[in-house]
């Protein structure tokens, strides 16, 4: 009867010290793997009450970091068209101050000067048509939509396209249409998305709100865009102001320049009060062109301020949320491998009463 008593009894014992072992075993199982990977648990399900705040939260920080990269790559692009406005602006300034000693030598002053000036003309007009090619990596900044091509298809042929040849067939014919039917013809090709005459491809070949229409988006939130950069052919934020303009500031510029580079000192001292007229409205016209400049560059100045400090709240955000992720997600390194070594030790213990068993039994305590 004893030993029945002993068998049953030391069934008991191993049926409970493998319970325990396997308990045991799946604690060292979890503790080694958050050991491991650093995380409370690998699937969602291992994250127990804290899966809601992971699932929550998770997709939100994606969110936040996509938001920060497009503001990081917008805003390299955006000081690169800073940069290009920079030289165009002084391009327009310079030649519009030249343009006041021009105006003096209409009237029998310095007119020797005027050839100078318009090969320097010709010599920037070829400068502004590569200037707006530039590119931030593979992108035109001035190409809107269209940023993977050329605004200007070749910019090193300025000077025989059709807004150059015909402008300076037009002021070649000053004296006999005089200033005011030449202004206007100047304007009217400058104006021209013929593809005869402008210098522009067929994509910036289009009209102003076609353009400013697909001006580049950047979001930002969800369900937040802001508009970013510059077009070649047509302004973005302002108008051009004045009587003697295309309505872009680019195109103005452009006609300035092939006007200027098409006038010669002959006309200065024989055409008089018509060569003064066209100079005027020049003038005018880059007065204008400096003018929407500063606008435009000033409104794309603000927009990047802005996007800093968008970035920096998503930042912030970004932040404060992977923190609360982490006190669900995160194990406490320090603690768990302290539990780890704990936990092997039981295991251990285990092992050994498991493999002690077979010396057990209720006859060995019972007096002989």
Same mark, same amino acid.
């Given at each position: ?158 000077? %025989? +396209? ?10 070649? @014919? /000053? !004296? &006999?249409? *005089?200033?005011?039917? =030449? #202004? ?58 004045? %009587? +003697? ?10 006609? @300035? /320049? !092939? &006007?200027? *580079?098409?006038?010669? =000192? #002959? ?72 539990? /780890? ?28």
């Amino acid at each position: 009867m004893s030993g029945a008593v002993s068998g049953t009894a030391d069934a008991g014992w191993m049926s409970s010290l493998i319970s325990d072992a396997a308990t045991v075993r799946q604690k060292l199982e979890t503790l080694s793997n958050q050991a491991s990977t650093g995380l409370v648990g690998t699937t969602y399900a291992g994250l127990g009450a804290g899966a809601s705040v992971s699932l929550d939260l998770n997709p939100e920080i994606a969110n936040l970091q996509t938001w920060q990269a497009n503001i990081n790559q917008v805003t390299g692009s955006m000081a690169v068209t800073q940069t290009a406005m920079t030289q165009l602006q002084s391009i327009a300034s310079s030649f519009e101050s030249q343009l006041n000693t021009v105006d003096s030598s209409a009237v029998g002053l310095d007119t020797a000067n005027v050839d100078v000036l318009a090969a320097s003309a010709q010599s920037a007009l070829q400068e502004v048509a590569g200037l707006l090619d530039t590119t931030d990596g593979n992108t035109y900044v001035f190409g809107g939509a269209d940023s993977t091509n050329p605004p200007v298809p070749d910019p090193s042929q300025i000077l %025989t +396209s059709g807004l150059y040849t015909q402008i300076n067939s037009a002021v070649g @014919a /000053l !004296a &006999t249409n *005089g200033a005011t039917a =030449t #202004a206007a013809s100047t304007l009217t090709i400058a104006s021209s998305n013929d593809p005869a005459t402008s210098p522009f491809s067929a994509y910036m070949s289009q009209p102003a709100a076609t353009l400013q229409a697909g001006t580049p988006v950047v979001q930002v939130g969800q369900g937040q865009t802001v508009q970013v950069g510059l077009l070649a052919s047509a302004n973005s934020a302002v108008v051009s102001g004045g %009587t +003697s303009t295309t309505g872009s500031y680019m195109r103005d510029l452009m006609r @300035a /320049l !092939a &006007t200027i *580079g098409s006038m010669s =000192t #002959a006309q200065a001292t024989s055409d008089g009060t018509d060569f003064q007229g066209l100079v005027l409205d020049t003038t005018a016209s880059l007065q204008g062109v400096v003018t929407a400049m500063a606008g435009d560059a000033g409104v794309l100045g603000n927009t990047q301020t802005a996007l800093t400090a968008t970035q920096t709240q998503l930042s912030d955000t970004q932040t404060a949320l992977t923190t609360q992720v982490s006190g669900v997600q995160d194990v406490d390194m320090a603690q768990t491998l302290s539990n /780890l070594t704990l936990v092997q030790t039981q295991m251990q213990s285990s092992y050994q009463l498991i493999a002690g068993m077979s010396d057990l039994s209720l006859v060995k305590f019972l007096p002989t």
